[in-house]
């Protein structure tokens, strides 16, 4: 069983508190091998221009094979799905909404004609499914969506020819059409697409972009969207299809077909086959981002960050032109097997002219994914009495664990998070740790058995979560290992984009009085357990049946806590809120989601708690929102909540160019005016020392670092999915509802979701630094009651020294 990862809506929520853009940055992890060799390239291996590449309509047809794999998965959810609902004209009637929606969530392609014309369908769906074994209305949807990107994709050239783009009228945008009606026809549509277009341009404008680079570089995206779906084949259309069936039935159902389903087991088992480079295709070029340290591309030596990708090899084959590919395709191309060859056909980043070519031949390898597992801190506070107290930190991004859908019995790369924690427990208390926060802010689930083994580290025994399934049976999930490794003081942060598991061990720690819990308004809600299954078992061997049918994970019982409270829908609710953007946020958290699971309660469990926060929570809280309420930093969340409310109730943006100018100005300047306010504070900064896995059984501590800064985080996963596919290393699916039919801008940007603020920015987590204030007036209650490892005596309010 496992749950899923991160969170629906974590991305479309920062676009909009980040101004609304509607473009987005697309990566992926690229796939990996082992050492490279430099040649000339041969003639041969020149590439053909995109610009000279014509785009073919896609001519798609269902075959008995897409039948197949439809009915096996249509018939799992109907007998093993949690609610046990049958594939009848009511869910077909939500089903087809599902599928349109899929292609078309801002309702600026379908026409009303289409949608009368595909109204036949509404309920019959079911039976082309489970009698006919037809899929033709899955098909026959997708030509017509891509019929309509096509016209919206010839018109905008002919407004990038014609138009003359000026903004000084008091015209607006709606931003948020996924309510609004569809067009009534093409003058309505184009009526739209002209309004995006003028929006995007005003985008590139405000940019600093001259006209020409701007008709270019939006000719450019138009046209790569075009040619993604152009490459589309029936597997492409079966994802998105089955995956809308799936989420009839709930959230975080999903139809994972061979790639998505790879890229669920990276996720899990944090480790990747290929060549160990994070890709992006900013102008339709597959581009290096970042070369994951100890992957065959960073051994080579060979390849560097801004390297573009023009041709895919495979062995000694041929080249494959990747030019304006679809990154997910290039994706595959790359990656693959252990020990096989690939080589790539390279334009340098140091070129001195794009002509350049180079062929790097690498061998792929295994890559752990180090930078997402669980890693931590050591940071000395001194405690109102002036003695040094060590607070260790643990960030967990995912409760992952070692998943095989090959079938292979090897277990030399067995990944468990649990197993990780413990390792840097001990080395945490190894040297002084007094105070512990478990980091949970961005960890979307993962497995139920690690969050379970995670739970037992830091109570006694007993009951962790409660199960019920489809039948009402209820089982009971326990830690039954008496030995705690961590007895002392401990702070849990939690988030909105906390989901599943990481929702299971916060409630746990919270029923058993163990740990203070510190946060947003509410984790996200998602109490339900998924089930993955491959369809290949369920499937007689055929000859029509050549592709592999993927996975089916489907919510098959519920979450409740010790206390019989489902986390479903309602989440947890810290023991201590603080201000955040998100907690006002109507895009975040289970309930924005289509056709979640209902919140209920069963009957509690059987279990002792320990009662450690009760006695000293309300000294807690009085301390925190004294704190809270005289922090400059929080102080501007209060500002930001306060603009978010007005965008959040509004949904338009101004296309006057100097309203928007002014707009921005005011933002730079709000922007350079905390940054300098910030440098201004005379801030005593903690020694901090960063552990990673690397470090646990090496003698004594790395070097401390000059300043505290949070824990290194992947910008990726904060975006993710609690039922999605993955987190960072999952590639971008064509089911993505903020994707499809929408051209796609590789260059926007993605700001944090606090303050509104680049969140690579020096800037120190101030979240963090609350929740370590926290932890060291509870250990300084705590050690009233019950005594702490010894701390060393500095004068008040000053930091030791390295």
Known sequence: ?????????????????????????????????????????????????????????????????????????????????????????????????????????????????????????????????????????????????????????????????????????????????????????????????????????????????????????????????????????????????????????????????????????????????????????????????????????????????????????????????????????????????????????????????????????????????????????????????GTVRRIGIIDLPSFYSTMDFSGSEDQSDYRSCAADVARLLGKLKAEGMEGLILDLRRNGGGSLDEAIRITGFFIPKGPVVQVRDGEGRVTIKEDRDPRMLWDGPMVVLTSRFSASASEIVAAALQDYGRAVLVGDASTHGKGTVQAPSLLRNFMRPSATLTQDPGLLKYTISKFYRANGESTQLKGVVPDIVLPSVMNVSKDIGEAALDNPLPWDTIESARFEPLNWVAPYLEELRKRSQARVAASQDFAYVREDIERFLKQQADRTLSLNEEERKREKEEMEARRKARQKERLTRQEVQPRTWEITLADVDKPGLPQPVSSAKPVARSREGAGSDPGGETNAVAAVSPTSAVRIGEPVDPDADEEDSSTGEDSTSPAHDFVMREAEMILVDYMHLWSKDRPLTAGRTVPAGAASQP
């Open 1 to 385: 069983m496992c749950g899923d990862h991160a969170v629906r809506g974590a991305v479309l929520w920062r676009r909009l508190i980040g101004g609304l853009a509607l473009g987005w940055a697309v990566w992926v992890w690229g796939p990996g091998g082992l050492t490279a060799v430099w040649a000339a390239a041969a003639p041969e291996t020149v590439v053909e221009s995109a610009a000279e590449k014509p785009i073919v309509p896609p001519q798609l047809k269902p075959s008995p094979a897409d039948a197949r794999i439809a009915y096996v998965a249509a018939r799992i959810l109907e007998g093993q799905h949690y609610t046990r609902q049958r594939l009848d004209d009511e869910v077909s009637s939500r089903f087809l909404d599902r599928y349109l929606e899929s292609f078309d969530p801002q309702h600026l392609h379908f026409l009303q004609s289409d949608l009368r014309e595909f109204e036949f369908y509404r309920h019959r769906l079911d039976d082309y499914v489970l009698r006919r074994f037809d899929l033709t209305p899955a098909f026959e949807i997708f030509q017509r969506f891509y019929e309509r990107l096509q016209q919206r994709v010839t018109y905008v050239e002919e407004l990038l020819r014609k138009e003359e783009f000026r903004f000084d009228t008091d015209e607006r945008i709606e931003v948020d059409r996924r309510k609004a009606p569809y067009p009534r026809d093409m003058t309505e549509a184009r009526k739209l697409w002209r309004e995006r277009l003028r929006y995007e341009y005003l985008q590139e404008k405000l940019n600093g972009e001259k006209p020409e680079q701007i008709t270019n570089t939006l000719w450019r995206r138009y046209q790569r969207n075009l040619r993604m779906f152009s490459e589309w084949d029936n597997a492409d259309v079966l994802q998105v299809f089955l995956n809308a069936l799936a989420h009839v039935y709930d959230p975080h159902s999903d139809y994972l077909g061979k790639q998505q389903m790879e890229n669920f087991a990276m996720g899990m088992n944090l480790a990747l086959e290929g060549i160990g480079a994070e890709l992006t295709a900013p102008d339709g070029y597959c581009t290096i981002r970042r070369l994951i340290p100890g992957g065959p591309a960073e051994r080579s030596k060979k390849l560097q960050p801004k390297d573009r990708i023009v041709g895919v090899a495979q062995g000694d084959g041929p080249f494959v032109d990747v030019v304006d590919m679809n990154l997910n395709k290039v994706v595959q191309l790359i990656r693959g097997p252990k020990g096989t060859t690939v080589r790539l056909l390279v334009i340098p980043a140091d070129a001195p002219d794009p002509s350049v070519r180079k062929v790097v031949t690498l061998v792929r390898d295994r890559i752990r994914l180090e930078d997402q597992a669980a890693k931590a801190r050591l940071v000395e506070w001194p405690d109102e009495n």
